[in-house]
């Protein structure tokens, strides 16, 4: 099995190497010459459409997209990732980073995130949405754009509006 992560955060030039590896079931290192597999590999790709891959790429991949879990699997994973946070601030966190998700941010929360961010609050023991400090969605909003949406959005002018 060969785990390829984030392909379309490689340059370009990594796509003919894969494509060598995808019909060819071989690689070419200059240093060690060519690698052929003994058997058919399985290779995984995963990609966050942050560039289109080429045409001749996508063409020899299945492509299946998988969406954010439902807030109940979410709050079970932050829960089981920060042990000892109180169930009703998972829930609360859950319920805000949706929110967050439902709007057209640069870039949404993630699933990773959303542990950080449990992470923060349990460390500084805040309450999602309170202040600047660590209970603010800022923790996980990477782009200050995002950052003034959600506050229009949730009104976050001290305590988020979770809805």
């Known amino acids: 099995m060969l785990l390829i992560d984030e392909t379309d955060k490689a340059d370009v030039e990594v796509e003919g190497l894969l494509l060598e590896v995808l019909s060819d079931f071989q690689v070419t290192v200059p240093e060690l010459g060519t690698i052929t597999a003994t058997r058919r590999p399985f290779v995984l790709l995963t990609s966050n459409a942050t560039r289109e891959l080429s045409e001749a790429l996508r063409r ?13 699997l979410e709050q079970r994973i932050v829960r089981l ?37 449990a992470r923060t609050l ?21 782009h200050q754009d995002d950052v003034l949406k959600a506050g229009r959005k949730l009104r976050l002018d001290g305590v988020v509006a979770a809805s």
Do not use: N, T
């Not at 946070?85 to 699933?111: H, I, N, T």
């Open 60 to 72: 020899r991949c299945l492509f299946l997209h998988i969406d954010f879990p439902d807030q109940e």
């Open 122 to 142: 349990r460390a500084g023991r805040g309450k999602p949405g309170r202040g600047g400090g660590p209970g603010h969605p800022r923790v996980i909003l990477k």
């Open 81 to 117: 990732k920060v042990p000892g946070l109180d169930a009703a601030l998972a829930e609360s966190l859950v319920r805000v980073v949706g929110a967050l998700r439902a709007m057209e941010l640069r870039k949404a929360p993630s699933v990773a995130e959303s542990v950080d961010w």
